[in-house]
Structures are given as C-alpha cells and as structure tokens.
C-alpha cells in the first residue's frame, strides 16, 4: 500500500530571525545542506516517494531548490498558501494533491530518527485513524503533553503545564487516514494541535500514539538548531546527507588554516575562510564568511558573508548576514546581530540585540 509525505514548511520562523528573513527555516545550511534536505533523503531511504510540500513564506526558495524532486529520488510537488494557513490549515490545502490511503505529516522543522517503516505498519496494524509519534523530553514542561492509555489510545491533548501529567510530547509527525483530511476546514486557518486533534478525540476517533525512542529534535530556537546541526555532523542524528560523519564539516572551498581548531560538530561552510588560532566549537558558519585569526565562536550560528575580525569571541550568538564584528568584540547570551550590522573594533561588551 502506497504512503504520501507531507511536509509543512509554510512557517515564519520567527525565533530563528534574523536568519529567517533570507531564507526559510527548512531551507537554513545544516550540515552542508538545507535542512529539508536531510528529511526528504530519508523518506526515499524508506520507499516513500512522493512528496508534497505545504508551503507559503518564501515558498519560491523551496521550487527554485526542490524543482520536480527529481534530482533527489522523489516525486515532489509544492502547493502554496496565499496566507499562512496554519499547520491543520497546510495540511487541509494540500489534499488535492493527495494520492495514497495513508498519510504522513511532518513538522518540516524536526529531525526524527524514527523508523518510518515501522511507524506506517503500527497504525495500519491498529487501523487508528490518526497516529501520532510521541516521544520523551527530561523536561516536559515546556511541552503539550500526550497522555495514552495501556492501549496506546491518545486520551488527551494537554497545554504547557508546570505539573505535566506525563514526560511523552508530540514528535511533529502524523499518519493519518487519506480521508480524515478532508474532514479538516478548508480556507481557514487551523491549527492541528489546538483545534484538529481535540476535535478528533471528542468525535470519538480513534487516535493513537506511537512512542519512539530514538532521535528527534525540533529546530526551531537558535540553541536547538545549533545543537541539532552539531548532532547531524557528528551522526548522533541520521541522516544519509552525512555519508561521513566527524567533528567537523568542511564545504567545498572552505579554507582552513591547520593552525585554526574546529570541532563538537561545527560546520564551515563553502568559500569560508578560517585564519591561525581561531577556535570554533558546536558552531555553523555559512557561506562566504571570514572568521579571522583568534576568533572564538562557541554555539553560534553565523550567517553568509559575515566578518569576523580577529580576537572577537561569540558565544551563543546568530549572526545576520553580512554584518561585520570588530576586534575584540565579544557577544554572548543569545545576542542577535542584524544582517549588514557593523560593529565597531572593542566597542561592545554585552548582550542584546543589535
Ligand atoms: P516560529 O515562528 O519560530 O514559531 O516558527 P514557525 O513559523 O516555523 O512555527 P512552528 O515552529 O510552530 O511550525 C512547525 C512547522 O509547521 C514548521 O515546519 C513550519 O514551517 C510549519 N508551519 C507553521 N505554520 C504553518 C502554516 O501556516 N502553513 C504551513 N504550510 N506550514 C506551517
């Protein structure tokens, strides 16, 4: 029996700005690709070829990369939102392009080391109208939780509580029943955590959790994305875009000086040069950047074309593109640089954003 990927990747990405401003959140460098690269590999790697993504901000950067699929084994196909139609709303939109009876959504956010085949055989062994994949956090808090009984029947959506009830949260990704879609409202938007799922489970449906184990990481702040980069690179996340992990990643015409340490994970990204003794650790610096001697980047993401002058320390940093750090300069905190933002030699010592 056949399966349809959905991808929804019509979000903003408002807590990843301002990079989000140039590109979208599934399309940022991670690992030498873009994000969205990694999850549609492995849904070729699990016989699911066709693919449609649910797209709105900047859903022209996804046609121009993605074009029929073709290039990367699959079957593509975007449809656009006019406006943001939210996540039950993207998925409702995308119906028409539908082909197979069971349906898998993923948040285009997450990275999940799942086993998709096995997912898809739980929820047509259980033929649960809706499965969702849960998995465990230390701190739930944080977190909607998904209570399920013995059964692995869904009891309850649960907003943010400080008490959860349980540690199993949502995973951002779904299979469903082809026909449940069409039960979602169309031209409005919906969210399928507030609104869809609820109303599942009042209806009476039959909606099951799926508790994995492995891998999963949603992408979303600066802090997860940086960590969720490092982990791609260094294969504690799965993926068949890294055929070789390592401490570190170099892109074509990245150049190094053998006096420079890169390492947890860090990527370099192509044409970027690194000069002698600067030290860059769990960090991603994307194209066309100049990180010069002693320069130390820690947990930072640092955008295309940015200049790093020498002696500057960033420590959980996101560097816009084109903006220049003076030397001597050190930023930490979560401090954000806007693109084309000059900082001038030894001017600042604290963190905010600039
Ligand atoms: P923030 O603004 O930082 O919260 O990011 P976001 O806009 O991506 O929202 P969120 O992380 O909650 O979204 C989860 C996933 O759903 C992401 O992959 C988004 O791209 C996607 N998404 C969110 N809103 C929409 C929407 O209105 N339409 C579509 N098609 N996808 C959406």
Redesign the pocket.
Same mark, same amino acid.
């Given at each position: 029996m056949a399966t349809d990927a959905v991808i929804?990747?019509?979000?903003? +990405? #408002?807590?990843?700005r301002p990079l989000t401003l140039s590109a979208p959140?599934?399309m940022l460098p991670t690992a030498g690709v873009p994000f969205l690269t990694h999850l549609v590999l492995r849904l070729r790697e699990a016989g699911i070829t066709h693919v449609v993504l649910?797209?709105?901000y900047r859903a022209e950067v996804f046609e121009d990369y993605f074009g029929d699929g073709s290039r990367f084994g699959v079957d593509l196909r975007c449809v656009v939102?006019k406006e943001?139609? +939210? #996540?039950g709303?993207?998925i409702r939109n995308v119906a028409s392009a539908l082909r197979a009876d069971t349906v898998l959504v993923f948040?285009?956010?997450n990275m999940i080391g799942v086993d998709l085949v096995d997912f898809v055989e739980s929820h047509r062994k259980t033929d649960a109208d809706v499965t969702l994949c849960l998995t465990r956090v230390e701190d739930a808090r944080a977190y909607g939780c998904v209570p399920t009984d013995a059964d692995g029947r869904v009891e309850a959506f649960l907003e943010k509580d400080p008490n959860p009830v349980t540690d199993q949260i949502n995973a951002?990704l779904y299979a469903f029943k082809r026909r449940l879609i069409d039960t979602i409202p169309a031209g409005r938007?919906v969210s399928v955590e507030k609104e869809t799922f609820p109303g599942l489970l009042r209806s009476g449906a039959d909606v099951r959790g799926y508790l994995t184990t492995g891998y999963w990481r949603d992408f979303?702040t600066p802090a997860d994305f940086v960590q969720g980069s490092a982990d791609l690179v260094r294969g504690v996340a799965p993926s068949p875009a890294v055929p070789r992990p390592g401490e570190r990643l170099l892109m074509p015409g990245a150049s190094v000086s053998p006096k420079a340490k890169i390492y947890g994970g860090s990527t370099i990204g192509a044409r970027t040069a690194v000069g002698a003794g600067a030290d860059i650790d769990g960090s991603a610096v994307f194209e066309d950047a100049r990180i010069a001697a002693g320069a130390v980047i820690r947990r930072s993401i640092v955008g295309n074309r940015v200049t790093v002058h020498p002696g500057a320390l960033l420590e959980d940093c996101v560097i816009g593109d084109d903006a220049v750090i003076g030397a001597g300069i050190e930023l930490r905190y979560g401090a954000r640089v806007w693109p084309g933002v000059h900082l001038a030699e030894g001017s600042i010592r604290f963190s905010s954003d600039l």
């Open positions: 929804l990747v019509g979000g903003f +990405g #408002t807590r990843l959140k599934p649910g797209t709105s939102e943001a139609l +939210g #996540t709303g993207g948040n285009g956010d951002g938007p979303g």
